[in-house]
């Protein structure tokens, strides 16, 4: 009964102070019947009003007369206030009391109120910036409040989380600074360290403390994609206070474990990259990747193998957090075996992105370096198992950094697990790529020192005689009987480009052409003479220009000959590209015309298994083909203008479609030979490009299209590579009169795989080049059926 009047009691008392504020004009009535409100809210024994009056209050009237504050907000009665009482009775309400109620009333005035809402933003302010947030949290740590329902409670944080939302979305542009994500979620990460702090004295002090609402407001803010700005607030701190203290790390393994389950992800990711090392992820979470099946989901299988846009540190975080701790380092044996398998999975291998498979291999390297003695003895037959299968499969690739990747942790592994004292060792260059994968395994130690040249008995060499060098090789045929390879190769190069034509009529009588350009694409680096592969390379595209026929018919010839090694393979493909670009070069009728080769051209770098350079060119060709609207005058289209190519380019062309489906014993091109295949189709591709304008354009490409169709769906990306920059080359040099024509039954399947391919391809590359030949075949068809239409129109 007595609860029963008290609440009787309460409740009246709040009646009549709304009456009193609605109805009188009396300044010193309202101020004394605010002052009577805030009586409720006062804390101590001289407050004139009871505690349990004042804890029924707040359970049950705190919250109304907020919201009729905020009806009132326009009211006379409170136009009456100066400014100084107006922020004491007025404001002072909604920085007492239970901060939950506050803070709902107030977001939920800033969404529904259309004027005087500068009023109520600036409260807002004030409750955040007077640590109301913290006292929030602590209430919930304390389970002091009233019990809320889970609806009212997923509001709260709903509130909490997306204050920097709802601010801006109603009070752009003249939003605060301080409700932005960058100053709010820092703020939020301080209230929270604030409560975590009090929860450990408290449990020092004997009092029980829950955290399920922190690490509920921790899961929902990373959840929404802020972790980055809270726990960057949040994790140095953590990480400190729980370098010495038992009560913290309790703490802060008890907020991870009550992290619900669908935002148990988030706030690991984010963690994972603000901690500074696996120690402190260790001293934070625990061994929370023991009892939490999610968490241990997240760190040993989607943070080292579904994703991988983070970086090595992660990495080196989370291997090392397993490695710390005897009970994580089953785990740590079960990431070894599943990123082993998937490094050595050929499928993975030819269909994963680059990046992805970088990332794994880094994740394998830790891993082993990781491992003890004698867990590595454990696991050295799967390991060697996995060395062999994988190193296959990425030595097969025709990817240079795949290839390269492979050798790398081929090396490493061996040398990890020191099978009979042998080490695998491979020639590749050494990037920064590979750098950082050899540091994964090296540790840094100061190299052994150098021997000391004084203690080195000098070689008497007083009495050597200087040898006169031969005079150089006068004629083609001398280079051919000389011993000085150097020679061989400087020499016909400046001569066939000094003058062409006289080189030409005696030489190809003589057929020295072929002859030399049979011995450079045999010859071997007997002597490591600088630059060779680019001396050589450089004397047969002089060859080839000099004489494009025979020698051109000499090298397609032997493209599919017997007793070739791939690399040979691919240097007539190189030669016989370059070749092609210089003859397409046009023609300058000022130059001398015995002058048949640009006698500036240099000696080229040596390409080596890098083709992107031919992709270059035709790039180039499809931003040309671009429109733009821009103001002013304009740059007419370039013209059309005769080359030494395009008499030529069937030669180039038409025999390399000859053999590709007859297999041999040393070379297979529609087998296993992806390298050659992808290197093949982009040569045509350039060939195809470079025949623009050619009599024989339309031939080459309706011939290039069936060749490329029956490979569209190639399991290399590097084919599909190829396919696709030959199916650019097509629509851009093929005349759209003749695609119009020529392929009227193929465009509907073209166009269908080119949309499949732009949509779902798994490489980057194959999906933009997609997008490219969409783009020219639309525009080429368009062209066309606006010509008809222009010529049905003429009379």
Request: net charge neutral; aromatic share 6%.
């Amino acid at each position: 009964m007595e609860s029963l009047a008290l609440n009787t009691e309460v409740r009246l008392a709040v009646a009549q102070c709304f009456r009193t504020l609605t109805t009188s004009t009396d300044t010193k009535d309202i101020i004394t019947t605010l002052q009577t409100l805030h009586s409720y809210l006062d804390e101590g024994p001289e407050g004139r009003t009871t505690s349990v009056q004042r804890a029924e209050f707040r359970r049950s009237h705190f919250t109304r007369t907020l919201q009729f504050l905020v009806s009132n907000i326009q009211a006379d009665w409170l136009r009456s206030l100066t400014a100084a009482q107006r922020t004491e009775l007025w404001d002072g309400l909604f920085l007492k009391g239970p901060p939950e109620q506050a803070l709902l009333v107030l977001m939920e005035g800033i969404g529904e109120l259309s004027t005087n809402l500068d009023r109520l933003v600036s409260i807002t302010e004030k409750f955040l910036q007077s640590g109301r947030l913290a006292e929030l949290l602590w209430s919930y740590c304390l389970e002091t409040g009233p019990s809320d329902s889970p609806q009212l409670r997923e509001t709260l944080l709903g509130r909490i989380v997306a204050l920097p939302d709802l601010a801006a979305n109603r009070l752009h542009p003249k939003n605060k600074p301080l409700f932005l994500p960058q100053q709010y979620h820092p703020l939020l990460a301080t209230a929270m360290l604030t409560a975590l702090e009090r929860t450990c004295q408290a449990l020092k002090d004997g009092t029980d403390c829950s955290l399920t609402f922190v690490a509920q407001t921790l899961g929902k803010v990373c959840i929404q994609g802020h972790s980055g700005l809270v726990l960057a607030v949040m994790a140095p701190r953590l990480s400190a206070c729980t370098r010495s203290d038992m009560v913290w790390q309790r703490v802060c393994w008890k907020l991870l474990e009550n992290v619900p389950q669908q935002w148990m992800e988030s706030v690991l990711t984010g963690l994972v990259q603000a901690v500074s090392g696996p120690e402190a992820l260790g001293r934070i979470i625990g061994n929370l990747v023991l009892t939490n099946k999610k968490a241990q989901f997240v760190i040993t299988h989607k943070l080292l193998l579904l994703q991988y846009k983070y970086e090595t540190q992660v990495l080196r975080i989370v291997l090392g957090y397993l490695a710390a701790d005897r009970e994580r380092r089953p785990l740590l044996i079960q990431v070894l075996r599943s990123v082993s398998q998937a490094w050595a999975n050929p499928s993975a291998v030819k269909h994963t992105p680059l990046e992805q498979q970088l990332y794994v291999s880094k994740a394998l390297l830790l891993s082993v370096s990781l491992l003890r003695d004698s867990e590595l003895q454990e696991l050295r037959s799967e390991l060697l198992q996995c060395l062999l299968g994988g190193m296959q499969s990425h030595l097969d690739s025709s990817v240079v950094r795949i290839r390269r990747m492979g050798m790398v942790v081929g090396e490493c592994l061996s040398s990890r697990m020191d099978i009979n004292n042998t080490k695998l060792k491979f020639e590749y260059d050494q990037d920064e790529e590979s750098q950082e994968l050899l540091s994964l395994m090296t540790p840094i130690a100061g190299g052994e020192p150098e021997a000391d040249d004084d203690e080195l008995t000098p070689y008497d060499m007083s009495g050597d005689q200087e040898i006169m060098e031969a005079p150089p090789p006068r004629y083609l045929r001398d280079c051919l009987e000389s011993m000085a390879p150097e020679i061989t190769f400087i020499l016909p190069y400046r001569s066939l480009r000094k003058n062409v034509f006289a080189t030409r009529e005696v030489h190809s009588f003589l057929k020295l052409h072929f002859k030399l350009t049979k011995v450079l694409l045999h010859m071997e680096d007997k002597y490591s003479i600088n630059s060779f592969l680019s001396l050589r390379q450089a004397t047969m595209v002089a060859l080839t220009v000099t004489d494009s026929i025979p020698v051109t018919q000499y090298l397609t010839t032997e493209f599919y000959s017997l007793n070739y090694s791939l690399r040979q393979r691919l240097d007539i493909l190189e030669v016989l590209a370059l070749a092609a670009q210089e003859l397409s070069k046009p023609i300058n009728e000022k130059r001398n015309p015995s002058m048949g080769i640009d006698a500036s051209t240099d000696l080229t770098l040596y390409p080596g298994d890098n083709p992107v350079h031919w992709r270059q060119v035709v790039e180039k060709r499809i931003q040309s083909k671009t429109k733009r609207l821009r103001k002013g005058a304009t740059q007419p289209p370039a013209e059309a203008t005769p080359n030494r190519y395009a008499p030529v380019a069937g030669h180039f062309f038409f025999p390399l479609l000859s053999n590709y489906d007859k297999p041999q014993v040393t070379f297979d091109l529609l087998g296993g030979d992806h390298l050659v295949l992808g290197r093949l189709i982009h040569t045509l591709g350039l060939f195809m490009h470079l025949a623009i304008n050619a009599p024989i354009a339309a031939q080459m490409g309706c011939a290039l299209l069936d060749f490329v169709w029956a490979v569209r769906y190639h399991v290399d990306q590097m084919v599909r590579r190829g396919v696709l920059f030959a199916v650019c080359s097509v629509f851009l040099s093929m005349p759209s009169q003749n695609l119009l024509v020529d392929l009227s039954d193929q465009l509907f399947e073209t166009r269908k795989w080119l949309a499949d391919v732009a949509e779902g391809d798994p490489d980057a590359d194959c999906r933009n080049l997609a997008v490219q030949s969409l783009v020219l075949l639309d525009k080429s068809l368009k062209k066309q059926l606006q010509d008809q239409q222009a010529l049905s129109m003429e009379p």
